[in-house]
Every structure is written in structure tokens, then in C-alpha cells.
């Protein structure tokens, strides 16, 4: 099988990547069956080093809300904000498939807002796609955007944007009715334009029902093992965060290496250890 990348170029050895990343490729991939990692990124020296990874799909996610500013939910995620990183993590990551999260209430009023604020990610972010958390009665805003030339990612499954209008998060999926909303909803927006689907914290049997229902590629977050791409919060990975979700184990203890370090190095400072290089050309000008 093939591996999903294409033939290595002289920018692969820098980067990891091939040239780009595009819609294509990953369309590719998923006649291929090959399965490609997706992970989330808010600045460019993190996803500098995650497309060093060969990491090929970046999502600046809203969830920057929680990670980078401290919030207690992805509705704090201001528009501004996650424009200006999606910018930082295209300028990191310049081979990367770089996809910007809408957040919330930046496409709920109007399709004239959706349309404009993605347009946002598009030219000063450089992104290459949009997400949505959506269901089927979003179809017209996909509509719209794909009449725009604005390629949209339908978010279907678990909708943390929703949280307050559920009490909380909730599995999608766990009953036969709900499995066939999320595959109804994944339908109708990829049939509106929707290039791809993203199915967030549901039933494995209603992700495969999802990649069996759609001819686009499926990413899946907490999805099950039949999706094409596989997407989690870096953060969490990393060993960074103090909660970790059941479906992203941690693959490492950055957070506490990054502890240990600094404290080595405050005792540094502490004890006047630390190289001071800098030296006057001319010796000082004695006093009378």
C-alpha cells in the first residue's frame, strides 16, 4: 500500500512534508486507504516542529480558547484571535493542510456573516479550509460558502459549541436514532458542499456509518478507527494539560521535562551561573 506521500523533494528534508498539502492529496489518500494524522496548532514554532513531524493537517482550533487563554469552554475563542494564529501557524507550517475553526456565533447569524468571516481565514489567515460545527440545517451556509470558493469542513457528532444548550458534552451516537442524525446531518452538508467531515466524540459504529455514507474524507476525533484521518489537541498528547481525554493518551511528559528544566535553570540564575558574554571594548573611564 502506498505510504500517502508523494515523491520526496528537496523542501521534504526541511520540513518532513512534501511540497504542499492540498485537498487533493488528501482526497488521494482516502482512495488509498491511507489514514493521515491531524493535529491541532496555535503558534508557528509549534507547528514548525509538528510539520517537521510529517504531521500533515493542522487545525487551529477553537479550543485555543481553553489551551492558550486559559478559558473554561471553546465559546470564548474571539474571531480576531484565532485569525491572526491561523496566519502564525501558515507562516510555521508552509507545507502543512492548514485548516481554520470558526468559533462561535461567527456563522450563526447570517450566511453573509459566515461567508465573510471565512473569508477572513482564507486571506489573512492563508488557510486552506474553514470547520463548521454544524448540523443538516446549516446546509445553506455550506451552500454559500462553496459558491464563494471557500472549501468548508462539516463538524458533526459531539458539538462543544452546544455545550450550553446540552449541560454538557455528550457522546453522539449511543442509540440507533441518534447514530442516523449524525449520518443525516454529515449527508446533507456534504451534499450542500462540505469537502470534508469531521466526526467528533461518537460511537465507532456511527463513524464507519459516516465514512460509508459520504465520498469525502472523514477525520475522526475520539471517533473510532474507520475514519480516514484522526485528530486530537496537541496539548494533550504532549503531556501538557492537566485532563486528559480518554480517546488522546499521552505520549510523553513535556510538561513536567518543561518544569524540570525551568527550575534548573532558575537555580542557575539564582546562583549567578548563567553565561554573561557581552564585554566592553574600551575599558571603563576611571574617576578623578
Not at 30 to 40: H, K, Q, S
Not at 102 to 122: N, Q
Request: with cysteine.
Amino acid at each position: 500500500m502506498s505510504t500517502g506521500y508523494d515523491t520526496p523533494s528537496s523542501s521534504e528534508a526541511a520540513t518532513g512534508l512534501p511540497e504542499r498539502i492540498t485537498l487533493r492529496t488528501l482526497r488521494r489518500w482516502r482512495r488509498e486507504g491511507v489514514v493521515f494524522p491531524c493535529l491541532t496548532a496555535y503558534d508557528a514554532t509549534t507547528a514548525r516542529w509538528l510539520e517537521r513531524s510529517s504531521v500533515p493537517v493542522l487545525l487551529v482550533g477553537d479550543s485555543a480558547a481553553q489551551v492558550i487563554l486559559g478559558q473554561p469552554s471553546t465559546l470564548h475563542a474571539p474571531l480576531d484571535f484565532l485569525v491572526t494564529i491561523t496566519g502564525a501557524v501558515r507562516r510555521g507550517a508552509p507545507n502543512a493542510f492548514v485548516v481554520g475553526d470558526m468559533p462561535f456565533l461567527s456563522y450563526h447569524a447570517s450566511e453573509d456573516d459566515a461567508v465573510r468571516h471565512a473569508g477572513r481565514f482564507m486571506v489573512e489567515g492563508m488557510a486552506d479550509a474553514v470547520k463548521l460545527e454544524a448540523d443538516a440545517s446549516f446546509a445553506g451556509v455550506f451552500a454559500r460558502l462553496a459558491r464563494a470558493g471557500i472549501p468548508a469542513i462539516a463538524h458533526v457528532g459531539c458539538l462543544p459549541q452546544q455545550v450550553q444548550l446540552h449541560g454538557g458534552h455528550v457522546v453522539a451516537g449511543r442509540t440507533a436514532e441518534s447514530a442516523r442524525r449524525v449520518v443525516d446531518d454529515a449527508r446533507a452538508l456534504v451534499d450542500a458542499g462540505a469537502v470534508m467531515v469531521l466526526v467528533e466524540a461518537a460511537t465507532p459504529e456511527t463513524a464507519e456509518m459516516v465514512v460509508e455514507a459520504v465520498t469525502v474524507p472523514v477525520i475522526g476525533c475520539g471517533a473510532g478507527p474507520a475514519c480516514h484521518g484522526q485528530i486530537v489537541v496537541t496539548h494533550d498528547i504532549l503531556g501538557l494539560t492537566d485532563w486528559q481525554p480518554s480517546f488522546a493518551t499521552s505520549e510523553g511528559r513535556l510538561g513536567s521535562s518543561m518544569q524540570a528544566i525551568v527550575e534548573q535553570w532558575c537555580e542557575r540564575a539564582r546562583r549567578r551561573e548563567l553565561p554573561h558574554d557581552y564585554r566592553m571594548r574600551d575599558a571603563p573611564a576611571s574617576g578623578d
